[in-house]
């Protein structure tokens, strides 16, 4: 069967561009750019001709295995515009593990990421003047990966489609560093032992629609998802999550759950976890662990929390004000006040490495 190869890319530009929308009208996720690109695949023949063309909805068979049994993955990245003018991609390789782990793990067709990135990179080329300038800004891209046989029953599909399609986005909050309230929830759980949560499918998200609407319904911006009977902390909303606590010993531990297949392997997460070790002045401890609403809690009587964030693709780092839990609310400091200290200095130097300010383990890919 034939793998995926860039080399044989078709493309096919628009014949009407759309206008492009300045900065502070565009709203995440809601307009896209001007093209699209796809590549078939089939259990007879493999990987198809990579296309890009001007963005089209699709013709599907009301049977597709993908709208009756989930055969639905994707990936969130984004491109970024430096300073001279070229587009950047962060650590998209990292996303190609991840999404070949999310397709084996469904019964989809795996392909050769690096091929897929070099597609990437040649749509960001076609599509350049939808990436948008300036610190925050970014074109948010979005591949996919479906199951399209055409069959009520349920088995391996034997045809799929992979493809991608972009979205010109400003920061996910009106302010840089908006920092937001928490529900802590026991009462639904978003993943599992043995289940998907470490994969990133569509699956994963719908069931987490109705909690977040109750918890917004009582005044918290998201969920932070808890697991068992012991209140383990998971991930807060669509994101990875991090505390930071002071010991008593004078030393202090930023921590994250660890990837123990509950756990989404973000990549903005594994690039905290790297730059923090190698960053953080000496009295920080950088770990991965489990821990509990419990901790937290006790660590805040006791004036030992000194931070927390969020972390993903969409917001990079989103500083976390208040937990509710039981009642009443966790407080959770603000030192510099729209954010902790560490959540601030990560969120520069991450962003100083995807806008290409800055080299480091050649994170950063300039399309070409």
């Not at 300045?22 to 093209?35: A, C, I, M, S, Y």
């Not at 929830?185 to 699956?203: Q, S």
């Amino acid at each position: 069967m034939a793998s995926l190869d860039a080399s044989k890319l078709e493309i096919i530009k628009t014949t009407s561009p759309k206008t492009k929308i300045p900065n502070d009208q565009l709203v995440f996720g809601k307009t896209f750019t001007d093209h699209m690109l796809e590549i078939e695949w089939t259990a007879e023949a493999g990987w198809g001709t990579p296309k890009i063309s001007p963005y089209h909805n699709f013709s599907m068979d009301p049977a597709a295995v993908v709208l009756h049994y989930a055969f639905e993955l994707f990936e969130g990245m984004k491109a970024y515009k430096d300073k001279d003018g070229k587009i950047r991609t962060f650590r998209p390789d990292k996303n190609m593990v991840r999404m070949n782990k999310s397709a084996a793990r469904i019964a989809l067709p795996t392909f050769d990421g690096g091929e897929f990135i070099k597609l990437i990179d040649q749509f960001l080329l076609v599509d350049q003047d939808f990436v948008p300038e300036g610190d925050g800004y970014s074109l948010y891209l979005r591949p996919t990966l479906i199951g399209t046989s055409s069959t009520l029953a349920v088995g391996t599909p034997d045809r799929a489609l992979l493809y991608l399609i972009a979205s010109p986005v400003g920061p996910l909050y009106d302010a840089k560093f908006q920092a937001v309230s928490l529900e802590a929830t026991d009462y639904a759980v978003r993943a599992w032992p043995g289940g998907v949560g470490d994969k990133k499918l569509g699956a994963n998200y719908a069931p987490c629609i109705l909690p977040s609407k109750q918890a917004k319904e009582r005044g918290y911006d998201q969920n932070l998802w808890l697991f068992g009977e012991e209140g383990y902390i998971t991930e807060v909303g669509t994101m990875n999550v991090f505390f930071a606590f002071q010991n008593a010993d004078g030393t202090k531990e930023l921590t994250t759950a660890p990837l123990d297949g509950t756990i989404l392997e973000g990549v903005t997460r594994d690039s905290i976890l790297q730059l923090c070790k190698e960053r953080l002045p000496k009295e920080w401890t950088v770990t991965e662990r489990k821990f509990t609403i419990h901790e937290v809690e006790e660590r805040a009587q006791k004036g030992q929390l000194i931070e927390a964030f969020g972390a993903g693709t969409a917001a990079v780092v989103s500083p976390i004000k208040a937990i509710g839990w039981k009642g009443k609310d966790i407080e959770v400091p603000l030192s510099t006040g729209s954010s902790g200290e560490v959540t601030a200095s990560v969120a520069e130097w991450i962003r100083a490495i995807q806008y290409g300010d800055e080299d480091f383990e050649g994170w950063s890919r300039v399309a070409k």
